[in-house]
């Protein structure tokens, strides 16, 4: 039905949107992908013609900052510490492009670097440095089994046993095993991540590139402390996900800043942006599958580790899927999975 739109170039997707007053967003976005912020000074950045307001971790004392689908650990901007690059440090809201991309440059951030676990084996080392501290957190939509209490780089764990695997093992005629390694993979699409937001008075309007806008709506509603039915995301046409786009992304960026500036705001990413800030997991798996002599399928057994980066995101849910569909659709005598959700 919406074929005739999009052929002619009359589709309006959210990046070829204006509301009245509205201001142009950009993000300042960490170099480094581990290090404390030492000091931050916006001064500048807002003695600039056309600036209207720029959003720093200042702005957001005395609130709960944190927000994320299954673990609240994700602050709206950088709060001490950045966790990795592209991690947004400050955002500007501005006139127009142009002055927004140049107040970003006047915003002066000292640093010093920390320790770097970039791969699931550093971050499992026993001298790892801890990307997470703080206590874990439940988000809005966790629904799974979460301990409290700090597991190293580890944020969640998922496991199944059934039956005796080591007995099995020792017993079978055929056994294959081996490594296998999934690198993180962005999902692209031809819409980068985009959001509109209008915060003036008691309600909230989004309009944003996302694939699970009721999701969205439910957790800007508890970040914010406004009521549900006081909050309305509004997705056109979405120029592709693929999972990219899912939960919650920008919108809480865009929904500060726009707050703080009293108009509405438009941040729209660059590709590399994006690319730099979502992504499919990357995993580690070791497995091993026992047979008889016949080749009927006995037991496996799934030693699986998943990179979900510095936040939790979707990452515990990611894990507990896949330990599900580890075993695949067959039947087994015994089964042992053990799959972790690895911060790096």
């Given at each position: 039905?919406?074929?005739?739109d999009?052929?002619?170039?009359e589709?309006?997707?959210?990046?070829?949107?204006?509301?009245p007053?509205?201001?142009h967003?950009k993000?300042?976005r960490?170099?480094?992908?581990h290090?404390?912020?030492?000091?931050?000074?916006?001064s500048?950045a807002e003695a600039?013609?056309?600036?209207?307001?720029?959003?720093?971790?200042?702005?957001?004392?005395?609130?709960?900052?944190?927000?994320g689908h299954?673990?609240?650990?994700?602050?709206?901007?950088?709060?001490?510490?950045v966790?990795h690059?592209?991690e947004?440090v400050?955002?500007?809201?501005?006139?127009d492009?142009a002055?927004?991309?140049a107040?970003?440059?006047?915003?002066e951030?000292?640093?010093?670097?920390?320790p770097v676990?970039g791969?699931?084996?550093?971050a499992?080392?026993?001298?790892?440095?801890?990307?997470q501290?703080?206590?874990i957190?439940?988000?809005?939509?966790h629904?799974?089994?979460?301990?409290?209490?700090?597991?190293g780089?580890?944020?969640?764990r998922?496991a199944?046993?059934?039956?005796?695997?080591?007995?099995i093992?020792?017993?079978?005629?055929?056994?294959?095993?081996?490594d296998?390694e999934?690198?993180g993979v962005?999902?692209?699409?031809m819409?980068?991540?985009?959001?509109?937001?209008d915060?003036r008075?008691?309600?909230?309007?989004?309009?944003?590139?996302?694939?699970?806008p009721?999701?969205?709506?439910?957790?800007?509603?508890?970040l914010?402390d406004?009521p549900l039915s006081?909050?309305r995301?509004i997705?056109?046409y979405?120029g592709?996900g693929?999972?990219?786009?899912?939960y919650?992304k920008?919108?809480?960026?865009?929904?500060a800043l726009?707050?703080k500036?009293?108009?509405p705001v438009?941040?729209?990413?660059?590709?590399?942006?994006?690319m730099?800030?979502t992504?499919r997991h990357?995993a580690?798996f070791h497995?091993?599958t026992?047979a008889?002599?016949g080749g009927?399928?006995l037991?496996?057994?799934?030693?699986v580790?998943?990179?979900?980066?510095?936040?939790?995101?979707n990452?515990p849910r990611v894990v507990?899927?896949?330990?599900?569909?580890?075993?695949?659709?067959y039947?087994?005598?015994?089964?042992r999975?053990?799959?972790a959700c690895?911060?790096?």
């Open positions: 039905a919406d074929a005739d999009k052929l002619r170039g589709a309006e997707y959210v990046g070829d949107m204006r509301v007053g509205m201001l967003g993000v300042l960490s170099p480094l992908p290090a404390r912020i030492t000091s931050l000074d916006p500048a600039l013609d056309g600036v209207v307001a720029v959003l720093t971790g200042a702005d957001l004392a005395g609130t709960d900052p944190y927000w299954a673990i609240k650990d994700r602050p709206i901007v950088a709060i001490d510490k966790r690059v592209g947004p400050a955002a500007v809201a501005a006139v492009e002055t927004a991309e107040a970003l440059a006047l915003i951030v000292e640093n010093e670097e920390l676990a791969t699931i084996e550093e499992l080392a026993t001298d790892a440095p801890l990307i501290e703080k206590q957190r439940p988000g809005l939509f629904g799974l089994a979460l301990d409290e209490e700090r597991d780089n580890v944020c969640y998922y199944i046993d059934h039956g005796d695997v080591d007995a093992f020792d017993s079978a005629d055929i056994v294959v095993e081996g296998y999934f690198p962005y999902q692209y699409s819409e980068t991540h985009t959001v509109i937001a915060a008075g008691a309600d909230i309007t989004v309009w944003a590139t996302c694939q699970h009721f999701l969205v709506r439910a957790e800007i509603s508890a914010f406004v006081r909050v995301v997705v056109p979405l592709g693929f999972g990219s786009k899912s919650t920008m919108e809480p960026v865009t929904v726009a707050r500036a009293g108009h438009r941040i729209q990413n660059r590709v590399d942006e994006s730099a800030t992504r990357g580690r497995m091993r026992a008889d002599a009927r399928l037991a496996r057994e799934v030693d580790d998943f990179d979900t980066g510095a936040y939790a995101d990452g507990a899927t896949g330990g599900d569909a580890a075993p695949g659709p039947r087994w005598e015994a089964v999975v053990r799959a690895v911060h790096t």
